[in-house]
């Protein structure tokens, strides 16, 4: 089927004229093109212009610097769970990486439009809420950063301005272990009926955040002060983190699950994730690329 | 209408397109490309995989005016010399039903023994899993992926040990 | 049966080449140059609505559109079984998505863009959208003129209500039966819709041209079908078969989703308004879903009296059908159900009802297993829990019930060969069965599960096939048929059985993809019969073509014929060990003789083959009487696998599935059909789940939410099997198996769930969701919410309508 909307695409060469072509009217930005042309295709979004971001420098690279890690927003999913450095900094982050769609999208989709995107579901949202990452928003005054937990305001509704556009993440860095997990309706590709990422800090510092229960990914405070020190937690205390967790989400029913089936699932995987995590941190547990939610299971 | 020029299948093709064609509507209606095909339009079952600069992408989701000063290689490319190991594999274990997903299969089988010649049965099928296939249960596909791997590696350790 | 040396080999495929080089063309691959126009289809927003105008005139208008045609162009019907499908609705439309008008434009672009000013007004009727409304007293009608339409003789449909077809089977007394029951057990079991799936949506190009032919290329499994369909219905515009030509290169999938004629008709009335210029429709996934076909839902209710010995004495089977818009090749579900929904088992009093119900759903058609898979749900699921209840281990009870050459068939017709027990045997002799597995992990526990299966081909009693085949100067070959070629190797094996007859290697023999104008017949690629069916017109061609080799040789050699026979694609001699003549010496070009004259000429055969036996004239009342089925294929299936008890996840850890081939022609292709059965029909049973709003709008018609297996999809271990007991009228032997390789998959899933964790679910599919709640004792269809209901609202277990003139 064809794109039957017609529209200009213009490549940015420069951020300062990236700013400017999307500061006109209908004009949006072009990175992967995952989700974009399929909403072309259907007819959901009819820009007049689009603005191929690919080839903006800011954009790029995964590097360390000042103790944070920095990812560029056109980072690609494939080159996320390939980075060394994601590996060695956000293992949390590559493990749901690898939990988006497919190789071939995950070749082309990137970080940045996946937090653009801002679907409840999306598998970016709960590791960077969990890292405490800043979103870096280039605008014509400067950069502005956002913290995550701020970033999502509602199903594909985010704090970015018009004319801003997302040049990458700051995610502090500190000796941690995390897991997550994804509920799928098979093993195969499946946006998520709901996922859970953890993270623990040597110290027994936790966070916890959850995707597609609410109508946009959301922190876990009640779940993290639950946990507040403990370093490996015992059956009582997971089974209360699990009671805890079904409290502090809002799922709906939809076409991929009921919202009793997603309430329920988060205990689950809260219980799970808190398992596999604690194990990491401790040097033991599996690797992380795995699937959380099936290998935790005891 | 703008003019792009890009790497088809190793030779340098330009093409006017519209901003709104895909990259997949203009290998097939434009250039004669016809290995990739359109499964759901929407990149969820792989049929229109196609390789940009080495790597398993899905052409229906790529517009076309993006691919300016790449390389694309499709099915077409894969066997201009003649059919590769894998290829003949394919052929001699009678993988394949009806064919259709074939291109998009054997281009994403490529792509992942050129990254990673040596892989686990769980990285074949996490590899392939953005090509649906509903006829052959993915089994033969698997093994023969597997097997031709097996024997590559085996043969480019044996020509070390020579020289 | 003699020795063979190819059939029963596993050469290499003789489209192998082709489709993995890229060569092979399906029909979006082939290119009709600039002067080609794309048309777009309008879709009706309503589930049942009056159609009271349908406005082009802005459409008409708009850059680039060429014409716009609505049911006033084409205000005609059409149907394989019975006329109740509208080329374009005329006074109502029946579902969400029925094509109301085509927008005919020079792009495809222009015409989406045009197909969006088409204003049509409706008035909307009550919509049927569950089988309860359907059957209701004073229920809404979708075809009030149902009893008008044109349908084959042994169709029941009954006027002035909602069914379109009613089979009713009955043998020896069920009363008496149950009344000699030690146990009895009655339930209910409910299937949704599926879908195809095949990863090539539809597509078809056609071109009515100047001299008034028209050539459609299509993505089919029915040439000569669509053909015979569409001369029927466009009869009005003078054309007949003769006009009409129907090529169909390779098919990427069908699974009966391409059998017979949907939007193919379209494409063809889009190209007669176009004359001329060629015209293409290229279905979006989207309208794959909608537009095309599904399978069948049905509501199923099953009461199986037992003796304690374990003999079934009585079944009453009862089945509804979700049959949609139109019926017309949906009604054959249902009948070939209403025939064979015993199972595969002896019993002695029957009571089957197989109705097929309108609702304001898209239209159902045929679809791999052909309803087989439907009913086995609940006749299976039933046969353990009967099993169970009377003390017995449920594959004895297979075992002992298992029906066997000669035993009388529900309408009355002997059963063929098949050997049913050593398939149980070997099935349950792979999964151990009656040897518990305890899981390590404490989260999760290990079940198994059984299922037997049979299926016959469901084809009216005159289906036949036909095949050609002549020789080239090299001693090569060239076949024609036109069965179809759709994946499972159907092109190898009709060459593998020409091979062995005339010993020219499969190699040498080129089968090629059918147009009907030069193929010789074919009825239609469905039923798991063309390896049968046309494997016997190729038989009878090759022979034909043997004894005129050998004629010719005895003839110009001065031979007696029966001194010669064939060997390494040569004419030898019995009596003289030295003669040898290679056909390529003289196929072609004849024998010289000693004058310098020849003698031959281009050797070449014909063959073709009916089943002259069949009948599908049973008594209406009783379908006592007829033979409505060739033959049944049997066999057995089994799994182990494992139930995580918090999510509901199922892994499946091993599955085998034994099958009565007859003799596999090609053993590696047979085992191909038992993997990729076997994954598409756990997937069914898993988590493949079509959904409807309350409006009637389908809500997943993509892959995004309609979830086909990947490769991540697939059981840890599958186990093939092969059984042989020959078919006396098969090709060396050979009946069908494709179709019959999913059926087993969704009852021995639930059967080892039940096992596993002591849930028994009677709905499909058996998802991760309605596992994990029905652990924790919430029923899955209390909260599935409004918006999730597919044909069965509310609680798809209820049984509260009743059946009507019963």
Redesign the interface.
Known sequence: MSIAHEFDYVKARTIKEALQLLAQPGAVPLAGGTDLVAWLRDGAVSPACLVDIKALRELRGLRVQKGQLWIGANTTFAEIIESPLVQKHAPLLMEAAGMVASVGIRNRATIGGNICSAVPCCDSGPPLLVYDASVHVATARGVRKIPMKKWFLGPRHTALAKGGLVAGFSLPIGKHAGAFAKLKRYRGEDLAQASVAVRVAAGGEWRVAYGSVAPRPLRGPKVERLLKGVKSPDDALLTKAAALAESEIAPITDIRSSAIYRRLMVGVMVKRAIQMAAARLGGQGAAYGVHVLEEAGS | MKPITFQLNGSARSVWVEPNETLLDVLRGKLGIKTPKEGCGRGDCGACTVLLDGKAVRSCLILAVEVEGQSVTTLEGVGQKGPTALQKAFIENNVFQCGFCAPGVILAASALLAENPKPSEAEVREALAGNLCRCTGYEPIVKTVLAVAKKTARQSTSRRVRS | MSKTTVVGA?P??V????????S???V??L?FGPGLLHAVVVESTQAHAKLKKVDISAAEKAPGVVRVITGKDFPFTFGLYMHDRYIFPQDRVRFVGEQVAAVIAE???AA??AAKLVKVHYEPLPAVLSLSDALKKDAVLLHPKLDTYERVPWFYPQAGTNIAHWRKTRKGDVEKGFKQADYILEDTYTVPRYA??????HAVTGLYDLSGRLTLWASSQSPFAQRNVMALALKPLGLSHRDIRIVTP??????GGKAGVSMEIIAAVAAIAMKGRPVKL?W??EQEFMNTSQRQGVIARVKMGVKKSGEIVALEHTLHWDAGASAEYGANVVNAVGLSATGPYRVPNVKIDSVCVYTNMPPCGAYRGFGYSEFHFGLESHMTRVAQAIGMDPVEFRRINAIREGDTLAYGAPMNAGDLQGAIDQVAKEIRWGKPVKSK????AIGKGLACFWKAPAMPPNASSAAFLKFNEDGSLNLTVSGME????FLTVMAQIASEVLTVPVEKIRVETPDTDRNPYEWQTVGSHVTWSCGNAVRAAAEEVKAKLLATVGRARKLKVKDLYLADECVKSRTDATFSMPFREFVIDGIMQPKGNFIGGPIQGSGMFMPEFTSALGDPATSQGGHPNVHYTVGCAGVILEV?K??G?T?ILKAALAIDAGKAVHP??VK?QI??????GLATA??EDI?YAPNGRL??P????Y????????PQE?VPIILETPQPDGPFGARGVAEHTMIACAPMVADAIADAIGVRLQTMPL???KV??AL?G?D?DE???D??GFCFRGRPCDYSFSIAGQ
């Open positions: 596993s290499v495929r489209d192998g080449l082709a489709k993995v080089m890229g092979a063309q399906y979006d691959d290119d792009t495809p672009e989406l863009r195809h799936c095949p990863i090539e949506p390779y098919v990427g999938g069908g699974f290229h979006t996934r992990k404490s989260n999760t759709i994946g499972q190797g995580d918090e999510t996840k892994t590696e292709l191909g993997v990729g059965g076997i994954v598409q898993l988590y959904r809500l997943n993509n892959f995004t939410d979830k086909i297996p990947t490769a991540l999809d697939c599958i998802t991760a969701e994990a709640l924790r919430i899955y909260v599935k919410g918006n999730l």
